[in-house]
């Protein structure tokens, strides 16, 4: 949504007004929109690291098919990620990225696939269950 928009238009107005921006230069202008936005601007496989700003171009995934499912609910950003750190500040679920990075170098589609996930997406849930069914206090009315 917002990041690949934002993206879009940093490139857009590159191009419209001649600005010459490298790849870099449009990164650094990027972060300060948004932490995945740098990310946005490029095309394939990257390994994104610190807040997202950190990019590192990987090997293509094999030739595939991708279905990409959006819910029909929107949250913030934001609270996903201060709900994902946990309340001690690690991280409830990481990604396997080593092993990740191994299927990308062999190309082993089936292997890629084996790691996909969203970490996200239990946080994701529970939050949106949270926003569409508050906890009442109790005595209180709906």
């Given at each position: 949504?917002g990041?690949?928009?934002a ?6 107005l590159n191009?419209?007004f001649?600005l010459?921006l490298?790849?870099?230069e ?5 972060v300060q929109l948004?932490?995945d936005v740098p990310f ?6 990257y ?5 997202g ?9 094999p030739?595939?098919c ?10 913030s950003?934001?609270?996903i990620?201060e709900e994902l750190?946990?309340?001690?500040g ?7 990225v ?10 082993d589609?089936?292997?890629?696939c ?9 946080v994701s ?13 109790e005595?209180?009315c709906?």
């Open positions: 949504g990041s690949t928009d993206a879009a238009v940093l490139k857009g191009l419209l001649s010459s490298k790849e870099k449009l990164e650094k202008r990027a948004g932490a946005c601007l490029h095309r394939g496989t390994l994104a690291e610190g807040i700003e950190k990019l590192t171009k990987l090997p293509s995934l030739p595939c991708m279905i990409l499912v959006k819910p029909r609910f929107s949250l950003t934001k609270v990620y750190d946990g309340k001690d690690s991280m409830l679920s990481h990604p396997d080593e092993s990740i990075l191994h299927a990308l170098d062999t190309g589609l089936k292997e890629i084996s790691y996909g996930g969203n970490v996200l997406e239990a849930i529970l939050e949106n269950v949270q926003l569409s069914f508050p906890i009442q206090e005595g209180s709906l």
